[in-house]
C-alpha cells in the first residue's frame, strides 16, 4: 500500500506532532511506501494578512505539490493529520483528482469551531456547532483574539461546507473518541464516513515503579488547561502531596508565583525527561476545561503505569475509567479536585492496582500493535479492500 502523510506544523509544538510522526513511521517500518508532505506555521512570519487569508481558503501550490506527489509514487490513501491554515482544503480536491482516497484525522474541532477548541473564556462553548456559517466566532473574536481573523477562519469553513469539500472530498473521517464522533455529526458531518481510532505510543517507554511520591501535571500552561484549578487546589493539598508542575505556555509567570509551599515547577522538558517523571509519579493530574482531543499525556501515562485523575469531561470521561485507571472530578471544581487526591492517597492499594490496569489499557488499546490493525482496517475501506485485507490480517501477513 503507498500512503501520503500530510501534515501542518503549528508554531510551538503540540500533541498532533506525535500521532502524525509515529503512524507514518508504523506504517513505513511493515513495509509499505509512505511518503510525508508538511508545511510549517513559522511560514507565516511576515505575510502579507490577504495572502495568508488567500491561502487557508486555497493554498495552489500545495495544491499542485499534492497532485504531483500523489500521481509520481501512485499513492493509494492520502491521510491528513492537519491543513490549517497553509495546506489548506485544495490538498484534498488534489489527492482525489489523482485517484487516490483521502482519510482525515480530527485531532480537534477546527472543522466546526474557528478556534478548535469547543472553547471561550476558560469554558466549554458550542455556539458555532451547528451553525453553517460560525458568525459567533467573528463576534466573540475567538481566533487569536482577532475578529478580521476570526473571519478568515469562519469565511475558509463556511465556504468549504457550502461548496461541499467535508461531504464529497472527504472519503473517511477518524475521530480520537466516541465523544468526538458524536459531535462531529452533532454539527453535520456524514455519520457513515467515521472510524474511531485513539491515538498511540510508540515506542513503549515501558512501566515505571511509581516510587517518586508526587503528583505531575504534565501540559500547555493555559486557561483552557485548568491552571487555575490546579493551584488552587494545592493550596490545600500541599502539605499531602508534592506536585511537579511540566510545561509552559502564557500562565507560567502565574505558575511560577505559586512555586514552593508544595509546587515545583520544571518548565518545559524534552520527552524522556517528561516520561521518566511520569514512571516515578504517583498520579498524573488532568484538569482541563475543555473537551480535549485525545491528549498523549494521558496515552502516555498508561504506557508508564501513571493512572490519571481527570475532569469528567468530554473525551477524558472516557479515556479515564474510574476507580480503574484513574478517578474522574467535577470539572473546575478544585474542592472536588482534593478531595479525589485525598482519597487516592488514602488507598495506596488501590492506587497500585490502578498502576497495573493503566498499564494494561495502553497494551490493549494504545499501543502499536492494535493501532496498526486499526489502520489497516481503515485504510481497507476506503479502498474497499476490506475483505481481502481482513483475511491478511487474521493470517498475521500484515
Known sequence: MNVLYVYNYYQNPGGEDEPFAAEAALIEAAGHLVKRYSLHNDAIAGMNPLKLAGKLIWNQTAYKDIRRLVRENRIDVAHFHNTFPLISPAAYYAARQEGARVVHTLHNFRLIC???????????????????????????????????????????????????????????????????????????????????????????????????RFA????????????????????????????RIVG???????????TGNGIEYLGRQPREKVLSLMREASFLVFPSVWYEGFPMTIVEAYASGLPVIASNLGSMASIVEDHV??????????????????????????????RGNARAEFVNRYSAGPNYTQLMRIYARVLDRSGAVGAQLRQGAI
Not at 455556539?127 to 466573540?140: A, E, M, S
Not at 509552559?248 to 505559586?258: I, K, T, Y
Open 216 to 243: 505531575l501535571f504534565v501540559g500547555r500552561l493555559s486557561p483552557n488547561k485548568g491552571i487555575d484549578v490546579l493551584l488552587n487546589a494545592w493550596k490545600t493539598l500541599a502539605s499531602r502531596l508534592p506536585l
Open 114 to 212: 474557528p478556534n478548535s477548541f469547543l472553547s471561550r473564556d476558560a469554558r466549554v462553548c458550542e455556539d458555532c456547532l451547528t451553525k453553517v456559517v460560525p458568525w459567533p466566532g467573528i463576534v466573540h473574536a475567538c481566533y487569536r483574539d482577532s475578529k478580521m481573523q476570526s473571519a478568515a477562519v469562519a469565511t475558509m469553513l463556511a465556504g468549504h461546507r457550502f461548496a461541499g469539500t467535508w461531504t464529497k472530498q472527504i472519503d473517511l473521517y477518524i475521530a480520537l473518541s466516541e465523544f468526538a464522533r458524536r459531535k462531529f455529526i452533532q454539527a453535520g458531518l456524514p455519520a457513515d464516513r467515521f472510524e474511531v481510532k485513539p491515538n498511540f505510543a510508540h515506542p513503549d517507554p515501558g512501566m515505571g515503579s511509581g516510587a517518586g
Open 248 to 258: 509552559d505556555g502564557p500562565l507560567a509567570e502565574q505558575v511560577q508565583r505559586n
Open 325 to 354: 485507571t484513574g478517578l474522574r472530578f467535577a470539572p473546575g471544581d478544585a474542592g472536588d479536585l482534593c478531595q479525589k487526591v485525598e482519597w487516592i492517597c488514602n488507598h495506596p492499594d488501590v492506587l497500585r492496582d490502578m
